[in-house]
Structures are given as C-alpha cells and as structure tokens.
C-alpha cells in the first residue's frame, strides 16, 4: 500500500503531548579558512546552545533577522549538517548516532522545504520524475506504482496530473512551491521543516501556499518548523514562537501571548515593526541602531547588548540563561523583569 493511502494511520493524536523532537543544547560552528596553504583562522558561531521540543503535530514557528541560524537549526535537525554539540533526538533516537542506513530510513519521517522553488527543482528532471524520486531512493513500488502515487499527489496539492510531463520552468513560483510540498509529504513524514518556504513567493500566492500547508498538516497531522522572517505569516500558522538572534533563542512564548506582550528586548523591536493597516494607529517602533554583530567573533555577555536600549554594564559581563516565565514561557535577559 502506497504511503499516500495511509495518511493518519497509526498517528495518534493524543500522542501529540509527547515530544516527537527534542533538541538540546544543539551547537554549529563553521570553521573559516585563509591562507594559501588554508588553515582554520576562526569559527562562525551559526547556531550556540539552542535547545526545545517539537510535539506532533505542532507548529513551531523559528523567527530572526536574516544570519541569525534559523535555516542551520533546520538544516541540522535533517543531518544536512552535522552538529558542532549538544543533541537532536527525533522519537527518542539520537540523530547524530545514525549511521548512513539510518539517516536514510529518518528521511522518511523528517523532510524539508525549501526557500527558492526555482533552485530546489532539478531542471533537467519532468515533474514525474522529480516526484517519484522519494520513492526510487527507498526503493518503494514498480514503475506503474510510482507514477500512480505521482498523480494522487500533484492532485493532493492542487495541481493537474498532466503536470507530470512537464518541466520545472513550465510552471510559476506559486506552482513550483506546491510542488516542492508534493515532494516532502510523498512519504508521509511526520515533521516538515520549512524553510522561509513562502518568501519567495508573491504576497498574493503566499496565503494560497500558507493554508495548503495547514490543510495538508491538519489530515497528516503533520509537526511543522517553520522558518520565517515575516512575523505576520509566523503568527498565522504557529503554536509557539521562538526568536533567534545571533545563533541564539532570546524568547519562546505561545504565538499569541508574544505578540501581545513581548519580554525580550529584540522580540519588542520585531513586534514593533509589523506595518498596521490602520493608519489611526500611532504605535511606537523601536528603531535598532547599529549592525548585528559578526558571528565570528560574538559579544560578550548578551550577545544583543551592543544594540539594546536598556543594556547595563553587567550585560557586557554576564551570559544569561534561558529563564522561564511565569506564562510558562522562555526569555533570555538579566532585566526582562525591569524592563515590563
């Protein structure tokens, strides 16, 4: 029985209480080379000590200025990238343990969307072709089969069976993207990184991908991390929020309770800078000065020190931790308790 026929089965929703994702302390560093003879000089802190848990069927939405690791958290939560440190366990099973056989067999269950349809689909490959591919890699069905399965899901995201025959230029960035969403759910994952999956796209079709994206993981009851930089499509889809800055969480809070009463000094900034419709509306934005520090060489203390408005001496000296709030989320800042 192809995947596609058994979309729910075995997913228990009240399962769902239960971490299908736990990171911890998760670290990426990429090391910088110079030099004729190249010798590390250096290392980019892309992601520094990031810890949460994913449960099924949640949204998480990972938010943050462009450079800031959304996409590394992402792309080492797949083995896309090894992790520098700490843990990814993906039902209990530790990611980073698996060898080659594993990796292959997680791949089935965690699958990735990416920013720019024009780039993630192969040009030279039909559409068929592209869409039977997961299931050419393991190994799943006879031809006919496969090109049954191709069909059930190009209708499954709303597009023609005829598209099969097609070729990636053929299409717009809107199609495109449904159909780079036919490939992540071909073998019914469980979680589904997206990756700035709708920034691309024209703020018109945006909305059309968003609630395809909702629908497909309200019936598979889908877990989604979804990476954003657009705070309004992020507060649309997710159950909880976390926002990143400088390989860091700073806050992880509900969707609601963030936007309405953000404790982070950089989460107020963002907050902030969502345009209103209503011109009566006179809200005050909090403009940041200064550039986002260098991920090489990182500030000391808190890393948003050198930028915030209500930094002291002691945010130069001292590191803070993740402290828990009493709405049970999370916030990274010696005075969030000072500033609210």
């Known amino acids: ?44 802190h892309a992601v ?19 450079g800031c690791g959304k996409s590394t958290v992402g792309k080492t939560l797949l083995r896309l990238y090894d992790a520098t440190s700490g843990t990814v366990k993906f039902e209990g099973k530790d990611v980073s343990e698996m060898n080659r056989a594993q990796v292959r067999e997680l791949r089935k269950h965690i699958q990735i969307i990416f920013q720019d349809p ?7 490959h039909t559409i068929g072709k592209i869409l039977a591919e997961p299931f050419v890699i393991q190994k799943m069905g006879t031809a006919a089969e496969r090109a049954q399965w191709v069909g059930e899901l190009l209708n499954r995201v709303g597009l023609d069976v005829s598209a099969s025959n097609r070729f990636p230029h053929e299409f717009s ?30 703020v018109s079709v945006q909305s059309q991908v968003v609630n395809l994206l909702l629908s497909l993981q309200q019936e598979m009851s889908l877990a989604l991390m979804f990476i954003a930089h657009d705070l309004a499509v992020v507060k649309h889809v997710s159950d ?7 390989g860091e969480i700073v806050e992880m809070r509900d969707g609601e309770d963030i936007y309405r009463s953000p404790r982070h000094p950089y989460t107020k900034a963002l907050i902030s800078a969502i345009p209103v419709a209503d011109p009566r509306n006179k809200s005050q934005r909090t ?12 500030p000391s203390g808190c890393r948003f020190h ?15 931790e993740l402290e828990e709030l009493p709405d049970g989320g999370l916030v990274k800042c010696l005075r969030w308790n000072e500033i609210n």
């Not at 403009?287 to 990182?298: F, R, W």
Request: proline fraction near 7%.
């Open 287 to 298: 403009i940041l000065e200064g550039d986002v520090p260098s991920p090489i060489n990182p």
């Open 240 to 246: 909880r929020i976390a926002v990143m800055y400088l």
């Open 1 to 44: 029985m192809h995947a596609l026929a058994r979309l729910g089965e075995g997913r228990d929703l009240t399962m769902r209480s239960f971490p299908l994702l736990e990171v911890e302390r998760l670290t990426k560093h990429f090391p910088v080379r110079a030099g004729v003879i190249p010798r590390t000089v250096g290392r980019v």
């Open 173 to 202: 960035g809107g199609q495109r993207q449904r159909i780079g969403i036919a490939r992540a759910i071909a073998l019914s994952p469980k979680l589904i990184v997206c990756d700035e999956a709708v920034s691309a796209l024209d």
């Open 306 to 320: 050198t930028r915030c408005q209500f930094a002291t001496p002691k945010c130069s000296k001292y590191r803070p």
């Open 118 to 124: 024009f780039e993630s689909l192969n040009a030279r």
């Open 48 to 66: 520094d000590d990031v810890s949460f848990t994913l449960r099924r069927g949640e949204t998480i939405g990972l938010v943050g200025e462009s």
